[in-house]
């Protein structure tokens, strides 16, 4: 019998697949607050998280209390610790749980709810320190050392971006400088030549391992038995898994050499891979038609023509049936870490995933092209400083630049003129709006939105996510797509970006954080014929009936009030856009016309405020209609001045009046 062959790592990936969550900037705020807390009880303080898993099950149970996690996890331990090794990887806490530094820090962030630029590179504080954070991790690979963000600012330098295919199955195999190097030189090359082949690559790298090259031998030397065919799958969790793959090959043996008509069965074996990822794949490969009925009537002709069918010895079909095992294995291991690889990557704020690319944004790209020199040199080594909330320049001395190269370069990226800090902000803003109208354009026109609202008002959450983001909460996109909708109603007019309060991902899509994502869309409006100069406060809420009462009535008011006394030169008024309007919120808005509002001192008070209720479905009216803000403005001015019981006055001078718009001007 041959010797067993071990699975060995070929790959790195950041966190663990077991633990995939949405909103990962607010998720990993929430828990280094629970962790802050569960280490403050006066038990848990000195406690050992290593090897205690008891310990670790108490701390499971600590999130479940605290709503992080529901249900009965079969093994709190395990959840536990699949749930702070991310954490851990990136440098946030130790490896007994404690928060370190750098964590501690990017809770001082999250508590002073401030993330905004206060670094050269113009992105979020929280951004900035998991830049630092992920310039620091690094994985052991089969006893190498790789720093993957480092390696992919390498590549992504080289490259200018890489395709998420590229991001996916071959960047994650750089472990080495040698296979980084060749891996940058093959995407080159099949660039130039347009004769891609993602396989061949991923083929090369395993092949250079001791363990498949000892797999393939013993394929080709020994008797054939299911045994064998499961020792030579490399399986990482246990051989027996591997077992239907000697199934696929005695019918595919069959085929080729004996032409039998096995076409059926052999589809049918594809389906007892233990990994449907893979099933799926070898079914791709093989047959043309995914309807058992055409297999069943056509037989082998429903075979695609792949080299495997083609082979004329032992030796050949061999060789094939190996490759074919191992790229699926190796493309389905690959696309498991993707998502994991780009949460990790896009918490920095310096990486762009649109457009079916992966690339950096303008001024970390500028940044990185200065300094790309020398990321080799630290990419494969570890480092001391993971768990401090260090300095660049402590990182590496040549992540020390002098700024006004960065501005210069900057300048040349964009085909313009930057001088000083301020210069580069207005060029970043006008890049960023470039992109965002593109967004729109691409993703976000107007029945999309239209569609939005139909989905937050029957609360399909998880068609929401898929169209917008899984990095924000539900409340946080709403407040997101009413910007765009305004935007939209605006002419594209307003600086929206600032103008929604939300913290956005570099691609310019919403992130929800601990203590954000509940401020109101303020809109300046400058004077036209149509209108004077006003502010409008726009506030959203999902909540209905009486809960919604109890949420929006206060604050709304309390928002445009304290507005009118910090402004009160400003002519400002209130829009608040719900999916379900309760007529007693609608009644005590309209009663806001007489009521005095002080400050906290009760030194001063203003009389009256302009408080407007819309609900979606008048929303969605007004843009597929193409209504546009001079005529909104007048419709709401109309009725903030017109008497009438609430739900009457409701349905009369929004409702109706919304509903004769069709395109023309009343």
Same mark, same amino acid.
């Given at each position: 019998?041959?010797?067993?062959?071990?699975?060995?790592?070929?790959?790195?990936a950041?966190?663990?697949?077991?633990?995939?969550?949405?909103?990962?900037?607010?998720?990993?705020?929430?828990?280094?607050?629970?962790?802050?807390?569960?280490?403050?009880?006066?038990?848990?303080?000195?406690?050992?998280?290593?090897?205690?898993?008891?310990?670790?099950?108490?701390?499971?149970?600590?999130?479940?209390?605290?709503?992080?996690?529901?249900?009965?996890?079969?093994?709190?331990?395990?959840?536990?610790?699949?749930k702070?090794?991310?954490?851990?990887?990136?440098?946030?806490?130790?490896?007994?749980?404690?928060?370190?530094?750098?964590?501690?820090e990017?809770?001082?962030?999250?508590?002073?709810?401030?993330?905004?630029?206060?670094?050269?590179?113009?992105?979020?504080?929280?951004?900035?320190?998991?830049?630092?954070?992920?310039?620091?991790?690094?994985?052991?690979?089969?006893?190498?050392?790789?720093?993957?963000?480092?390696?992919?600012l390498?590549?992504?330098?080289?490259?200018?971006?890489?395709?998420?295919?590229?991001?996916?199955?071959?960047?994650?195999?750089?472990?080495?400088?040698?296979?980084?190097?060749?891996?940058?030189?093959?995407?080159?090359?099949?660039?130039?030549?347009?004769?891609?082949?993602?396989?061949?690559?991923?083929?090369?790298?395993?092949?250079?391992k001791?363990?498949?090259?000892?797999?393939?031998?013993?394929?080709?030397?020994?008797?054939?038995?299911?045994?064998?065919?499961?020792?030579?799958?490399?399986?990482?969790?246990?051989?027996?898994?591997?077992?239907?793959?000697?199934?696929?090959?005695?019918?595919?043996?069959? !085929?080729?050499?004996?032409?039998? =008509?096995? &076409?059926? +069965?052999?589809? @049918?074996?594809?389906? #007892?891979?233990?990994?449907? %990822?893979?099933?799926?794949?070898?079914?791709?490969?093989?047959?043309?038609?995914s309807?058992?009925?055409?297999?069943?009537?056509?037989?082998?002709?429903?075979?695609?023509?792949?080299?495997?069918?083609?082979?004329?010895?032992?030796?050949?079909?061999n060789?094939?049936?190996?490759?074919?095992?191992?790229?699926?294995?190796?493309?389905?291991?690959?696309?498991?870490?993707?998502?994991?690889?780009?949460?990790?990557?896009?918490?920095?704020?310096?990486?762009?995933?649109?457009?079916?690319?992966?690339?950096?944004?303008?001024?970390?790209?500028?940044?990185?092209?200065? !300094?790309?020199?020398?990321?080799? =040199?630290? &990419?494969? +080594?570890?480092? @001391?400083?993971?768990? #401090?909330?260090?300095?660049? %320049?402590?990182?590496?001395?040549?992540?020390?630049?002098?700024?006004?190269?960065?501005?210069?370069?900057?300048?040349?990226?964009?085909?313009?003129?930057v001088?000083?800090?301020?210069?580069?902000?207005k060029?970043?803003?006008?890049?960023?709006?470039?992109?965002?109208?593109?967004?729109?354009?691409d993703?976000?026109?107007?029945?999309?939105?239209?569609r939005?609202?139909?989905?937050?008002?029957?609360?399909?959450?998880?068609?929401?996510?898929?169209?917008?983001?899984?990095?924000?909460?539900?409340?946080?996109?709403?407040?997101?797509?009413?910007?765009?909708?305004?935007?939209?109603?605006?002419?594209?007019?307003?600086?929206?970006?600032?103008?929604?309060?939300?913290?956005l991902?570099?691609?310019?899509?919403?992130?929800?954080?601990?203590?954000?994502?509940?401020?109101?869309?303020?809109?300046?409006?400058?004077?036209?014929y149509?209108?004077?100069?006003?502010?409008?406060?726009?506030?959203?809420?999902?909540?209905?009936?009486?809960?919604?009462?109890?949420?929006?009535?206060?604050?709304?008011?309390?928002?445009?009030g304290?507005?009118?006394?910090?402004?009160?030169?400003?002519?400002?008024?209130?829009?608040?856009?719900?999916?379900?309007?309760?007529?007693n919120?609608?009644?005590?808005?309209?009663?806001?016309?007489?009521?005095?509002?002080?400050?906290?001192?009760?030194?001063?008070?203003?009389?009256?405020?302009?408080?407007?209720?819309?609900?979606?479905?008048?929303?969605?009216?007004l843009?597929?209609?193409?209504?546009?803000?001079?005529?909104?403005?007048?419709?709401l001015?109309?009725?903030?001045?017109?008497?009438?019981s609430p739900?009457?006055?409701?349905?009369?001078?929004?409702?109706?009046?919304?509903?004769?718009?069709?395109?023309?001007?009343?």
């Amino acid at each position: 019998m041959a010797k067993k062959i071990g699975f060995k790592s070929y790959c790195w990936a950041i966190g663990t697949t077991s633990y995939r969550t949405d909103n990962f900037n607010l998720s990993i705020e929430k828990q280094l607050h629970l962790l802050r807390q569960f280490r403050e009880i006066e038990e848990n303080k000195n406690k050992k998280w290593g090897n205690n898993k008891k310990f670790q099950a108490e701390y499971y149970n600590f999130l479940k209390e605290n709503n992080f996690v529901k249900g009965d996890a079969a093994l709190p331990d395990k959840d536990a610790r699949e749930k702070t090794s991310g954490l851990r990887d990136i440098g946030l806490l130790d490896d007994e749980r404690n928060i370190t530094e750098a964590g501690l820090e990017l809770l001082r962030i999250a508590d002073s709810a401030n993330f905004s630029a206060d670094n050269f590179l113009e992105i979020p504080k929280d951004s900035f320190l998991y830049f630092k954070q992920m310039l620091k991790t690094a994985n052991v690979v089969e006893g190498k050392i790789v720093r993957p963000f480092v390696v992919f600012l390498y590549a992504v330098n080289e490259l200018g971006y890489l395709t998420n295919d590229e991001f996916t199955y071959l960047l994650p195999l750089c472990v080495d400088e040698h296979t980084t190097k060749n891996i940058v030189k093959s995407i080159k090359n099949y660039r130039g030549t347009g004769e891609k082949n993602f396989d061949d690559i991923i083929l090369s790298v395993l092949m250079e391992k001791d363990n498949y090259k000892q797999a393939l031998n013993l394929l080709k030397t020994e008797p054939i038995s299911e045994e064998l065919i499961c020792n030579i799958g490399i399986n990482r969790k246990s051989a027996k898994y591997d077992k239907p793959y000697y199934t696929l090959y005695s019918l595919l043996k069959k !085929i080729v050499f004996s032409k039998d =008509n096995l &076409a059926l +069965e052999f589809y @049918e074996a594809t389906k #007892k891979l233990t990994n449907s %990822k893979v099933g799926g794949a070898w079914r791709k490969y093989f047959f043309n038609s995914s309807a058992r009925s055409v297999i069943s009537r056509e037989g082998l002709s429903v075979l695609n023509t792949v080299p495997i069918l083609q082979v004329t010895t032992d030796e050949q079909f061999n060789e094939e049936f190996f490759k074919i095992v191992h790229i699926f294995k190796a493309r389905a291991t690959l696309s498991d870490y993707f998502d994991l690889n780009r949460r990790y990557f896009k918490i920095t704020d310096v990486v762009l995933f649109e457009d079916n690319k992966v690339k950096l944004d303008v001024l970390p790209q500028c940044y990185i092209e200065i !300094i790309a020199g020398n990321l080799l =040199n630290i &990419a494969f +080594e570890q480092t @001391e400083l993971l768990s #401090k909330n260090s300095m660049l %320049k402590d990182i590496g001395s040549f992540f020390d630049i002098d700024i006004n190269i960065l501005y210069k370069k900057l300048g040349c990226a964009l085909g313009t003129s930057v001088a000083n800090k301020e210069m580069a902000q207005k060029v970043i803003k006008d890049e960023r709006y470039i992109r965002f109208n593109k967004l729109i354009d691409d993703k976000f026109d107007k029945n999309t939105i239209i569609r939005l609202l139909d989905d937050f008002e029957s609360r399909n959450d998880d068609e929401i996510r898929s169209i917008v983001t899984d990095n924000a909460d539900i409340p946080t996109i709403f407040e997101y797509v009413l910007g765009i909708a305004w935007y939209i109603i605006s002419e594209r007019k307003g600086d929206v970006l600032e103008y929604m309060n939300l913290s956005l991902e570099a691609d310019l899509l919403p992130k929800t954080h601990a203590g954000g994502g509940e401020a109101d869309i303020v809109w300046k409006y400058e004077m036209t014929y149509e209108y004077p100069k006003h502010t409008l406060l726009i506030e959203a809420t999902l909540a209905d009936g009486q809960n919604q009462r109890r949420m929006e009535m206060e604050p709304v008011s309390r928002h445009l009030g304290d507005y009118c006394l910090a402004h009160p030169e400003d002519e400002a008024y209130c829009v608040f856009i719900t999916t379900f309007l309760n007529n007693n919120v609608i009644s005590d808005f309209r009663a806001r016309r007489f009521m005095e509002y002080y400050n906290n001192a009760g030194t001063k008070y203003i009389t009256g405020m302009k408080i407007l209720p819309i609900q979606t479905t008048e929303l969605k009216t007004l843009l597929r209609f193409d209504v546009k803000y001079p005529q909104i403005y007048k419709m709401l001015d109309v009725a903030y001045k017109t008497d009438g019981s609430p739900k009457e006055w409701y349905e009369n001078s929004i409702v109706r009046e919304t509903g004769m718009y069709n395109g023309q001007e009343i």
